[in-house]
């Protein structure tokens, strides 16, 4: 399993610096900028073909009413699901280990970090909330609009406490 660390904290340095605005046109600039192919846009998304060094170098695009919510790629290899996760799990531990100690050396600590079994790790920056996700079988890193982010991190209704 190929984890593409200098590919990935590439792409982090650049979300980190770019002056998004979270609106369709800053797609197009943004993939010129990380060299990457816009392969389909349309109401819902993009898919995007990345060029990281891994066995599926792809990304997605969600949003809609021309706003961008978040950018998903793969910055692994996407385990076959025939191999076992005996031998899955601990490759993709020790990529995130390793994407990890890269991240931070570029951003800083973490804002947040979620537990094992779905491991994330999260920096909200000013524009752009750049986030690590330890999936089943791969590991992809997240661009996400602080206004999405903020947004998802409401609690719900009944997650409120009551006086």
């Not at 197009?28 to 891994?54: H, K, M, N, Y």
Request: one cysteine or more; a negative charge; proline letters at 6%.
């Amino acid at each position: 399993m190929h984890v593409d660390i200098e590919g990935a904290t590439r792409i982090a340095r650049l979300a980190a610096a770019f002056d998004w605005t979270w609106v369709v046109d800053d797609l197009e600039p943004f993939c010129a900028q990380a060299g990457w192919e816009l392969v389909e846009l349309d109401q819902t998304g993009a898919s995007i073909r990345t060029g990281l060094r891994v066995g599926q170098p792809e990304s997605i695009m969600f949003g809609r009413q021309h706003r961008m919510n978040w950018i998903s790629i793969f910055v692994t290899d996407v385990a076959d699901d025939a191999t076992p996760m005996t031998v899955v799990r601990p490759l993709l531990d020790e990529g995130f280990t390793n994407l990890d100690v890269a991240f931070t050396a570029l951003l800083g600590t973490a804002t947040s970090a979620e537990p094992e079994p779905k491991a994330a790790l999260r920096w909200d920056l000013p524009k752009a909330v750049i986030s690590l996700h330890l999936g089943v079988n791969a590991i992809d890193l997240r661009l996400t609009s602080p206004g999405y982010q903020a947004w998802m991190d409401e609690p719900e209704p009944e997650d409120e406490d009551e006086d």
